[in-house]
């Protein structure tokens, strides 16, 4: 079966330079979520976009910015980069359903791992 | 405040003995309550979810979970762990009226001693 995919899978960069990060969901599901989990931390929300709209926001950096485009794959934009910035990033899907709504249930890529030096 | 709780940081279990997982949440509604797993340096995988309905919730790789709403807890379970369960265990959930937006337990990190 068809799973989230996200590219590239590993990424290293300078101090102060940009990054991008692309999240291809799972087919029909129109929504993404975007977490970073630092080392031996638990995943922290970064943000969510529904039918390429932004539906939610968490602790994004100012930094960062994302957006969902046309086909439903995902960007997360970072620049400036910290060395803080260093971290695995998850991008998940979700399918939407009609009527009463949302079944809760996430699915996520394998992750990108980004290290700033 | 509103929260997920794993009280065990690390938990080290023989190959073949039992396990539980123990998963506490501060939320004045049942949220959907979820278990992933993750192992070094991959992906998070969801073993099980619970929303409504039948409290002992089965999932994949032989775990289970049960759902006690007079505890606020959904524990996981498994009655013989092998070597490759070694991983980190995740407890989350979606709030109420929160739309998909998971908040993460710590985390517990299950050791298996051969």
């Known amino acids: 079966a068809a799973g989230v995919i996200q590219s590239p899978r590993h990424l290293i960069k300078e101090k102060r330079e940009t990054a991008t990060l692309k999240c291809y969901p799972i087919p029909r599901h129109d929504t993404v979520y975007w977490y970073q989990q630092g080392p031996g931390q638990d995943p922290q929300f970064l943000i969510s976009f529904y039918e390429k709209m932004q539906s939610d926001k968490g602790s994004i950096p100012d930094r960062f910015s994302a957006q969902q485009f046309s086909d439903y794959h995902s960007e997360l934009n970072m620049s400036s980069l910290e060395l803080g910035d260093s971290a695995l990033y998850f991008c998940a899907s979700s399918p939407r359903t009609s009527g009463r709504g949302d079944t809760g249930e996430l699915f996520f890529g394998e992750g990108s791992r980004l290290t700033v030096l | 405040a509103q929260s997920v709780t794993q009280p065990d940081i690390h938990i080290t279990v023989s190959e073949g003995a039992s396990l539980e997982l123990r998963c506490n949440y501060s939320?004045?509604?049942?949220?959907?309550l979820f278990w992933y797993v993750q192992s070094p340096g991959q992906g998070l995988q969801l073993l099980l979810k619970y929303f409504s309905g039948d409290t002992l919730v089965q999932g994949i790789k032989g775990f289970e979970a049960e759902f006690k709403r007079s505890q606020s807890s959904f524990n996981l379970r498994k009655p013989s762990v092998h070597w490759s369960d070694a991983a980190e265990y995740f407890c989350?959930?979606?709030?109420?009226?929160?739309?998909?937006?998971?908040?993460w337990g710590a985390g517990t990190k299950l050791i298996i001693k051969p």
């Open positions: 939320y004045g509604a049942t949220p959907y």
């Open positions: 989350a959930v979606v709030p109420p009226r929160r739309n998909y937006q998971l908040i």
